[in-house]
């Protein structure tokens, strides 16, 4: 099984800030790897797959990098409606998928 | 646009089985470019992907969930169904149904229905 440690689980910041989130995989999973934005109630919505490919209609202030064990999801600045729960996903073990447990922004 | 959505009970009582409905709108369930899957989140918690089913009716499950879980598809209404049996309190969570690709380097989702809580207590 693939383990995913998602960090950190809860990140304060404000509008304007440029942050980061990190998942980090134990072992290596090419570029298979998307991360969602959800908001209280609603279903996730995809961001980016691929590690760095934006879903068509994301905001270009958020970017992915990273190949193999180490990703990163930076989001350049914040904005009200960034604040969510972020979650990874990883899709290399397909068609069994596992998720990260997720990194909450909140207001700062 | 394509759109999903769940439906089905939202009380279901321990030990029996749980059974939604995910109806696709904007485009064609047999279209043969997608699978169709289930994922779940309790409260609170991280999303499970549950498992997965092509126009053909083939099915992937994820192994924690297999013994218990069937995933079926009416192409002639354009839904897909999953059924959990032998539910208990841990099985409560928010259903979603969602569109992932058929390659492994579309193995993400990119349509998900807006998700139907489903509680299991007695």
């Known amino acids: 099984a693939i383990w995913m440690t998602q960090s950190p689980s809860l990140l304060s910041a404000s509008t304007g800030d440029r942050v980061t989130i990190s998942c980090r995989m134990s072992q290596g999973i090419s570029s298979y790897l998307a991360w969602y934005q959800q908001k209280p109630g609603k279903a996730p919505e995809l961001l980016i797959y691929a590690a760095s490919t934006l879903q068509s209609g994301v905001p270009s202030r958020f970017s992915g990098s990273g190949s193999g064990t180490d990703f990163t999801l930076t989001i350049s600045c914040l904005q009200s409606e960034d604040f969510a729960t972020y979650y990874c996903?990883?899709?290399?073990?397909?068609?069994?998928?596992?998720f990260g447990q997720g990194t909450r922004l909140e207001i700062k | 646009q394509v759109q999903l959505q769940e439906s089905g009970p939202g009380l279901v009582k321990p030990s029996q089985t749980l059974s939604l409905t995910c109806t696709v709108s904007?485009?064609?369930?047999?279209?043969?470019?997608?699978?169709w899957s289930w994922i779940r989140q309790p409260a609170g918690k991280g999303l499970e992907w549950i498992g997965r089913?092509?126009?053909?009716?083939?099915?992937n499950y994820n192994p924690s969930l297999k013994s218990r879980v069937t995933i079926s598809v009416d192409t002639s209404k354009n839904q897909f169904s999953l059924k959990l049996s032998s539910v208990t309190a841990a099985d409560t969570a928010v259903y979603y149904c969602?569109?992932?690709?058929?390659?492994?380097?579309?193995?993400?989702?990119?349509?998900w229905g807006q998700g139907t809580l489903v509680t299991v207590s007695s």
């Open positions: 904007g485009g064609s369930i047999s279209s043969g470019s997608y699978y």
């Open positions: 996903q990883q899709y290399y073990s397909f068609p069994l998928v596992t």
């Open positions: 969602a569109r992932g690709g058929v390659v492994r380097t579309a193995g993400y989702f990119d349509y």
């Open positions: 089913i092509y126009t053909s009716g083939s099915t």
